[in-house]
């Protein structure tokens, strides 16, 4: 405890210096949505013991339940039913494709969406959640929680052209929230989506898209690349691709829309030039059961 104060204003320090247009910019976005109701606010949810889980790196030692992990060889925590369901995980893309804008006055799709994920666990945590990144940092509560994702969403887009979510750090029967284009492998979407779901997890799809991805403005002799340089195509005749270009995308939303109702998520499509109220407006409703 005696080291801990210092350590966070450390950080925090730090993070002033790499990310507070970021997090200024998701406080204020999230103080124009009202607060609901909360986690454990709701009907029929209590302090009734609900499973063990394996403890994760920044849990206190305080919640081992040392005589259930005397009995293997990995430490075990003691979870209760408030605490799943207060339980929110978020994914945020780091791939490369989603550092494409279609022009320099709107934001990256990887800047909106850190900015909607960080507004979102604002809005969580002053609600008393617990609220984490995927295989980034464990589920807590509190003020140094969200100096701690800011500081994790500094990271630079990863190697991969198009990313796939991941689940690692989920708590079973919490709640999640995977914000991405989703332009890559569907087969790797859907595992990720039957990971979340074989957890008893519920939460949402946010497709972050720039309008160019929308409209295909493209005509006459033009070459597309990929953001990392993998994948290339050039055409003399842009435009004769937009009518099947536009079908494969609307193909992809009803297929992303349809993975998601089958496992009890939901699904929305967020542009890069729309305001981002809306996108946290309906994220938030949509985990508090309102959609």
Do not use: N
């Given at each position: 405890m005696t080291t801990a104060a210092p350590d966070l204003r450390t950080r925090a320090e730090a993070l002033g210096q790499s990310l507070p247009p970021l997090l200024a910019e998701a406080e204020m976005l999230a103080s124009t949505v009202?607060?609901?109701?909360?986690?454990?606010?709701?009907?029929?949810?209590g302090d009734e013991f609900w499973q063990y889980r394996p403890a994760h790196q920044g849990d206190s030692a305080?919640?081992?339940?040392?005589?259930?992990?005397a009995r293997s060889d990995a430490h075990f925590v003691r979870e209760r039913e408030w605490q799943a369901a207060q339980s929110v995980t978020i994914w945020i893309d780091p791939a490369k494709s989603m550092s494409f804008t279609g022009d320099r006055a709107r934001p990256p799709k990887s800047d909106r969406a850190r900015l909607?994920?960080?507004?979102?666990?604002?809005?969580?945590?002053?609600g008393g959640e617990r609220v984490g990144l995927a295989g980034l940092a464990s589920p807590r509560a509190g003020r140094a929680q969200l100096l701690r994702l800011a500081e994790r969403l500094a990271a630079e887009a990863v190697g991969a052209d198009y990313g796939a979510p991941e689940t690692e750090g989920m708590v079973s029967h919490g709640r999640a929230v995977f914000l991405s284009d989703f332009l890559g492998d569907l087969k790797a979407i859907e595992a990720g989506l039957a990971r979340a779901a074989d957890r008893g997890v519920k939460g949402v799809l946010i497709q972050v898209l720039d309008p160019a991805e929308?409209?295909?403005?493209?005509?006459?002799?033009?070459?597309?690349?990929s953001m990392g340089g993998t994948l290339t195509?050039?055409?003399?005749?842009a435009g004769d691709l937009r009518a099947r270009y536009l079908a494969r995308l609307a193909e992809r939303k009803e297929r992303l829309a349809a993975l998601a109702r089958a496992v009890g998520w939901h699904f929305t499509t967020h542009h890069t030039g729309a305001p981002a109220q809306g996108?946290?407006?309906?994220?938030?409703m949509a985990l508090q059961g309102e959609r």
């Open positions: 009202m607060m609901g109701e909360h986690g454990r606010r709701r009907a029929g949810l305080r919640l081992i339940d040392w005589r259930r992990s909607l994920g960080l507004a979102l666990a604002v809005l969580l945590l002053r929308e409209e295909f403005p493209f005509d006459g002799r033009t070459i597309f690349d195509h050039e055409t003399r005749q996108a946290l407006l309906w994220a938030y």
